[in-house]
């Protein structure tokens, strides 16, 4: 489907809803010119509610998002959380027994820390395009159910071949996870809203990293104690893939596709929910694939900026979410103690995306705050090529320091649901930073070569020169994006400029839509 003609007279509707405050002056007047068919789906909650008055004031909108919040917010972050988990029980399980079992050698390992992106890069744009295309909550929980069932499946692998078949298909199901989080992201929180947001679910890796550690530590000393009919590591990959399994069950019945079917929410509220975030020029959703949106994503800088970042700091992400426990057992740790100690990790990276997230929100500068995070990273990094073998406790602490590594990626992935408007564009941004994630994350475990173990110095040196080529590619950002806002500024005050009737919900790129202001 082409760009819609907005200005054609036949098939034009008007739709109107008048929002008022509590002292009955009016707040916001909605008033539709478009085909309902080709723009948002915003444009179906109000009609039928034509001239009705709606209270929408600070008190009553703040109680209103707060509802959102504790509706959404918590099977949002306990899904990430096992997203991250169901990824990690690999380099868990490769301290564990998992190598001798199932016969690994050479860079055998390696290769299944890669698999799993494979899988994820094979089927990342599909399943973008099916996120736009069929409900968003039920296909998002139909690949949490199977990435769970899938996750069971690596318990019963014997050889190599086995493992990679079960890595590929994980990554396959959990492709849907993050574009789709980011778009729920999108379509029920204001621009104002979603760094905050984004990095609270985010920051859920930090406590899989915690609780992951500490639920392997308890099956390893459990199983060496009291003995067990199966091996400790696959004790690990049954209880978390059935854990997951059955949060995918309640994220079915709980979260809904967006607000119109949104069950927690009176019809009243639904309205309010889709008029407060108007502000975002981007509606919550449309179904149909433009082309010419396609083409844009295509052509705009800014995608291909965010491709290189996922690219880049997903080397090192690559690396370290595989190899982090080789690594502590390398500090001169035992392979129980490593399983401990890397759990601190854990509580940094919570701490670095709340606290970056909140404060890149409170002073409109998500990108700055993701590059001090960048830089927090490089100095832990550099302690852990620095410090002599004979120093474990000042490399381990240099360890800690790199999981502050996503504020960086985060910060993007926010600014992916802020400043990419059109449906068809998004899913497309989307679906390319993703890729570049998922080829940062198959080159990150072929750095750790064997033959350099135990320290891995060539790998560490190209960890902390893609997270410097990082803090480059972020500036290189917030100074197009300043540079667009002063453009679409321009525009605006230019004579002649109209403002298109209801403008927001007429599914507009963020380049075509000149009162969007892109968020830093």
């Known amino acids: 489907m082409e760009k819609p003609k907005i200005s054609d007279p036949e098939k034009a509707v008007e739709l109107s809803s008048n929002i008022t405050s509590g002292d009955g002056e009016v707040k916001d007047a909605m008033f539709i010119h478009a085909d ?50 169901d990824k990690t029980t690999l380099s868990y399980a490769s301290i564990m027994g998992l190598q001798k079992d199932i016969h690994l050698h050479g860079t055998n390992y390696q290769w299944l820390g890669s698999m799993f992106y494979i899988g994820y890069i094979a089927w990342e744009y599909p399943t973008n395009r099916l996120l736009q295309r069929l409900p968003l909550a039920k296909w998002s929980s139909f690949n949490i159910i199977m990435w769970g069932l899938t996750l069971c499946c690596m318990a019963a692998v014997k050889n190599f071949a086995g493992a990679v078949a079960v890595r590929f298909f994980l990554g396959v199901f959990e492709s ?7 778009l729920f992201t999108s379509q029920w929180y204001t621009k104002e809203e979603q760094g905050a947001r984004t990095g609270i679910w985010f920051s859920f890796n930090g406590i899989a990293q915690i609780v992951g550690g500490a639920v392997a530590y308890g099956i390893s000393v459990g199983v060496e104690k009291h003995g067990a009919e199966i091996a400790s590591w696959k004790i690990v990959f049954l209880a978390i893939g059935l854990v997951t399994a059955s949060v995918g069950v309640v994220f079915l019945f709980l979260m809904p596709d967006n607000q119109l079917n ?7 509220e639904r309205l309010m929910a889709v008029q407060r975030i108007r502000r975002n020029q981007q509606g919550v959703g449309n179904k149909h694939f433009k082309m010419y949106q396609l083409k844009e994503a295509l052509t705009d800088p800014m995608s291909w900026a965010f491709f290189a970042y996922a690219l880049l700091s997903d080397i090192p992400n690559g690396g370290l979410t595989n190899f982090f426990s080789q690594l502590i057992v390398a500090f ?60 474990p406790n000042g490399r381990l ?25 059109g449906y068809t564009k998004k899913t497309t941004v989307a679906a390319m930073y993703l890729i570049g994630y998922c080829a940062g994350n198959i080159v990150g475990p072929q750095t750790f070569v064997p033959r350099t173990a ?9 960890i902390i020169v893609c997270w410097a080529a990082c803090i480059a590619d972020l500036l290189f950002i917030l100074w197009y994006y300043k540079r667009l806002n002063k453009k679409n500024e321009a525009t605006r005050a230019a004579p002649g400029y109209r403002k298109l009737d209801k403008q927001e919900f007429l599914d507009l790129t963020d380049r075509e839509n000149h009162e969007f202001v892109y968020t830093l």
């Open 36 to 85: 309902p068919n080709d723009g948002d789906e915003a444009l179906k909650a109000f009609v039928g509610h034509e001239g009705e008055s709606i209270v929408l004031t600070p008190e009553v909108e703040k109680k209103l998002l707060r509802k959102i919040d504790l509706n959404l917010m918590p099977i949002l972050c306990v899904t990430y959380a096992l997203n991250y988990l």
């Open 176 to 182: 849907a996870v993050t574009p789709g989080f980011a």
């Open 262 to 268: 949104a069950r927690f929410l009176t019809a009243e």
């Open 332 to 391: 001169g740790y035992t392979p129980n103690q490593s399983l401990l100690y890397g759990t601190p990790g854990g509580a940094v990276e919570v701490v670095a995306l709340v606290l970056c997230g909140y404060l890149g929100d409170r002073f409109k500068n998500r990108i700055m705050f993701g590059v001090s995070g960048m830089v927090v990273c490089i100095v832990g990094m550099l302690l852990i090529v620095c410090l002599p073998i004979s120093n």
């Open 397 to 421: 602490a240099g360890y800690y320091l790199t999981q502050a590594s996503p504020t960086g990626f985060v910060a993007l992935l926010s600014l992916l649901s802020s400043n990419v408007a």
């Open 454 to 462: 135990p320290r891995y110095v060539p790998a560490e040196i190209t």
